[in-house]
């Protein structure tokens, strides 16, 4: 199993330490030493804590519990571009498919309801699940 956690659920995993998300991410590292993301959910997991939560400081010390991706070639994110509804989504579903993950673990309506996404990522064996379905999946 090769999971990508999305921004979304690793901001919100450490930020709302008692909520779902800080469950699903606690779940992974029981099973892995290192969660999967990428360099584009890197960086932009350190902005938001630093611009949203004021808590620059929590994204250092949280990094080497992730084992960070290369982002995929710009023209395999452009050809998702034209798949997703938001652009922001292109860069993670791209990267799904480039390293051949199987999970995506995200709490983005539009990758979890959409079904010209859902399809294409299935089309790629990638199942996209929500923080809810990880922790029913995982004991």
């Keep these: 199993m090769r999971v990508l956690w999305d921004t979304n659920v690793v901001v919100?995993?450490?930020?709302?330490?008692?909520?779902?998300?800080a469950r699903a991410l606690y779940s992974g590292w029981e099973r892995w030493p290192h969660l999967l993301i990428t360099q584009w959910?890197?960086?932009e997991a350190a902005r938001i804590l630093a611009?949203?939560?004021?808590?620059?400081?929590?994204w250092p010390g949280v990094r080497?519990?992730?084992?960070i991706?290369?982002?995929?070639?710009d023209a395999t994110i452009a050809?998702?571009?034209d798949v997703v509804r938001d652009p922001s989504d292109a860069p993670i579903a791209a990267a799904c498919v480039w390293h051949q993950l199987t999970h995506l673990v995200t709490g983005d309506k539009d990758l979890l309801e959409d079904p010209a996404v859902l399809t294409r990522l299935d089309e790629y064996g990638i199942?996209?699940?929500?923080?809810?379905?990880w922790l029913?999946?995982?004991p």
């Design 64 to 67: 080497p519990r992730f084992l």
């Design 127 to 133: 199942h996209v699940l929500s923080v809810a379905h």
């Design 12 to 21: 919100a995993g450490l930020v709302f330490s008692r909520g779902q998300a």
């Design 51 to 58: 611009a949203k939560f004021h808590a620059p400081e929590v």
């Design 79 to 81: 050809e998702w571009a």
């Design 136 to 138: 029913d999946m995982t």
């Design 69 to 73: 991706l290369p982002d995929p070639p």
């Design 41 to 43: 959910i890197d960086a």
